[in-house]
């Protein structure tokens, strides 16, 4: 592939991914461009060579670890709109650029007066990243919104849509996520929004905001969900990081009983199907690993769910302490620990 081949369709030859990702550790990517509309995304993938390279959608950035180079086709998703595309007595549909940042869309929503959305506010990354991975905070995730996935076939280069029903959707997990949809890139995300408002304040530290006064605006219940989420969760711009690190493990009832005999005072939700959640960040806590520092990789000090950088870390080193936390949480629990952020 000539320079100017290259040129012509934006795309850039041993790029640096660090600062497109909230990790912000050194990798590089063999091929990087970003594609700010289908007809460009389109454009990358028909050129015979480039289709042939292993590829990755990169959005935000913020839920990823690179722990080596990227030996392939990096693309930055950059489709950014927001369309209304319909209502009905009860709610609005609206369409969005997969390139859009998620919270963005979220403050735009609200500004137009749609409730729906509150809760996610403040969440890093990109509308894109939010289906795939199904976000979710305070008593809401994405996929209660979500209808509709709009996809290209990289393979195909065709349009393929999915129902919300058919995307899989679980606790961080869609099936966008899986084999089967290797080929399928998200280039925009169909969302539907109630226009009553309905107030999801359950979740404990929500609750205990509006334990006297219930809130009366979707923006009231941001405001408190950011002052939540910046008391607790470092701004990546300040330290670099990937949000939670580990998803809170699934465990059977029994299990969860068990555990509970020995420490009564471990976290744990009750879950349908006979399963409980548990707290990962308290079970980091109690073997000690909260506010652990090894070189500039770290275990956050007000939240021990949470892997940051404090500068030079690699990926290799942040790898190694999060490998150190799950083994320390299986040996004193038997709990294993799955990482949330894919890791390359
Ligand atoms: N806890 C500790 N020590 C810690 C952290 C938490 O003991 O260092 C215990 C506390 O008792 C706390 C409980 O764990 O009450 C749960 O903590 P928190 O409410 O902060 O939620 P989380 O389980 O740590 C999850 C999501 C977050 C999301 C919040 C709020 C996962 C993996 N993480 O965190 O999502 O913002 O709930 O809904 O599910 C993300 O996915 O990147 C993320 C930040």
Not at 43 to 68: A, C, D, Q, W, Y
Not at 261 to 274: H, N, T
Not at 299 to 327: F, H, M, P, S, W
Request: with cysteine; net charge neutral; charged share 25%.
């Amino acid at each position: 592939m000539t320079d100017t081949e290259l040129k012509a369709l934006g795309v850039v030859r041993n790029a640096d991914l660090k600062p497109l990702t909230t990790f912000a550790v050194p990798a590089k990517a063999k091929f990087y461009v970003e594609v700010k509309s289908l007809d460009a995304l389109r454009r990358v993938l028909s050129h015979p060579e480039l289709s042939r390279e292993p590829r990755l959608v990169l959005g935000g950035g913020s839920n990823i670890l690179f722990t080596k180079d990227f030996d392939g086709l990096v693309i930055g998703m950059r489709i950014d709109f927001l369309e209304e595309i319909g209502q009905t007595e009860h709610s609005r549909t609206i369409r969005v650029g997969a390139g859009r940042s998620w919270s963005q869309t979220v403050d735009e929503t609200l500004e137009r007066g749609w409730p729906g959305l509150e809760n996610l506010a403040l969440v890093p990354g990109t509308v894109g990243g939010a289906a795939v991975q199904n976000i979710g905070a305070y008593g809401l995730e994405a996929a209660e919104r979500i209808t509709k996935v709009e996809c290209l076939d990289a393979r195909t280069l065709e349009p393929c849509v999915l129902d919300v029903d058919e995307c899989d959707y679980g606790y961080r997990s869609s099936i966008f996520k899986s084999e089967q949809c290797a080929d399928l890139i998200v280039v925009s995300v169909v969302l539907e929004l109630p226009k009553v408002f309905e107030p999801r304040i359950a979740y404990k530290e929500l609750a205990a905001v509006f334990a006297d006064a219930k809130p009366q605006t979707p923006m009231e219940v941001a405001q408190a969900v950011k002052s939540i989420r910046r008391k607790k969760l470092p701004d990546p711009a300040e330290l670099p990081n990937a949000g939670s690190f580990f998803k809170n493990p699934v465990v059977t009832r029994i299990k969860q009983r068990h555990l509970l005999e020995d420490m009564p005072q471990l976290v744990s939700y009750p879950l349908a199907g006979g399963r409980a959640k548990l707290a990962a960040g308290w079970l980091i806590e109690a073997v000690g690993m909260k506010g652990k520092r090894a070189g500039d990789a770290a275990v956050y000090d007000r939240q021990a769910l949470v892997l940051v950088n404090y500068g030079n870390a690699t990926g290799e080193q942040i790898k190694a302490l999060a490998d150190e936390v799950a083994g320390k949480v299986r040996l004193r629990f038997g709990v294993k620990l799955e990482p949330e952020p894919v890791i390359i």
